[in-house]
């Protein structure tokens, strides 16, 4: 963290959060919903103290709104990251390997590897693979070298091919990284792992599995992934900068802070 501190120069400060879907889609069936509880037009009393107020509702863990998955999301036969017994998520929420275990924030060096942009492509398509070679050859053309304690942010493009091209159903297929990329998160001891999409290509290459990365990333190693977040403000920052690599502190939203929730929305701020 200290060293990631010596990264800030200009102060520059941008969002990597996509903003909260609220209408429904083909990747979104079930969006936020956002509903007004307090004083309201037609309802305004021209004299003395009211409230604006109202509710979201949401399903974390969807394909659109960007969040960070607990240690307690991913279940592998029967078992959580560390080999903690499943049966610790009960019908009232997960006791152990919560969202409380980011509480007070993450805070590290962020490392973006822009991939379509390695590949001369505005994004990749749908069922693409970020290879382990992708990984190594972004860092070459962008002059930065992942290390310990990194946060690293792999763009496919999703986000930018969704607002071009309208959603589509990302459950059934999207552009994510391959099995085998993973061995490079471990090579170079990342501490968290985000992407514009949720890391899994669809369909999976994984016999028997849908979500490798997931299992491989969370259960077996005990990264933190952000998923669906939105990186077309950072690369114009990054390009303009002339920077890659940046100070990322990646904060759980406070009144989300429950200590049996399985995950999170995040509005990453990158500062350069």
């Known amino acids: 963290m200290r060293a990631a501190a010596a990264e800030v120069r200009s102060g520059r400060t941008v969002t990597m959060a996509a903003r909260v879907e609220t209408e429904r889609g083909p990747d979104d069936p079930e969006p936020c919903e956002h509903v007004m509880t307090g004083a309201v037009r037609g309802g305004i009393e021209s004299t003395g103290l009211q409230f604006a107020r109202d509710r979201f509702t949401m399903n974390v863990h969807g394909d659109a709104d960007s969040h960070v998955d607990a240690l307690c999301h991913v279940i592998y036969d029967g078992t959580l990251y560390g080999g903690v017994d499943a049966n610790s998520i009960t019908a009232d929420g997960a006791t152990t390997l919560t969202v409380e275990a980011v509480r007070d924030g993450i805070v590290g060096r962020g490392v973006l590897p822009d991939i379509p942009r390695l590949r001369g492509v505005p994004w990749l398509e749908p069922g693409d693979h970020v290879t382990l070679e992708d990984l190594t050859a972004a860092e070459r053309a962008q002059r ?69 990365v997931h299992v491989l990333a969370v259960h077996a190693m005990g990264l933190h992934l952000l998923d669906y977040l939105q990186f077309e403000d950072l690369v114009e920052v990054c390009e303009a900068e002339g920077r890659w690599s940046f100070l990322c502190v990646v904060c759980v939203v406070a009144p989300l802070r429950l200590p049996d929730a399985t995950g999170s929305p995040v509005n990453p701020i990158a500062v350069f």
């Open 144 to 212: 930065v070298r992942v290390g310990e304690g990194d946060l690293l942010f792999v763009r496919v493009g999703h986000r930018r091919r969704r607002s071009e091209l309208g959603a589509w159903r990302a459950a059934e297929l999207r552009a994510g990284l391959h099995p085998y990329a993973v061995e490079f998160l471990r090579e170079r001891r990342v501490a968290v792992l985000g992407s514009d999409g949720n890391h899994d290509t669809a369909p999976s290459c994984t016999e028997g599995v849908d979500f490798p």
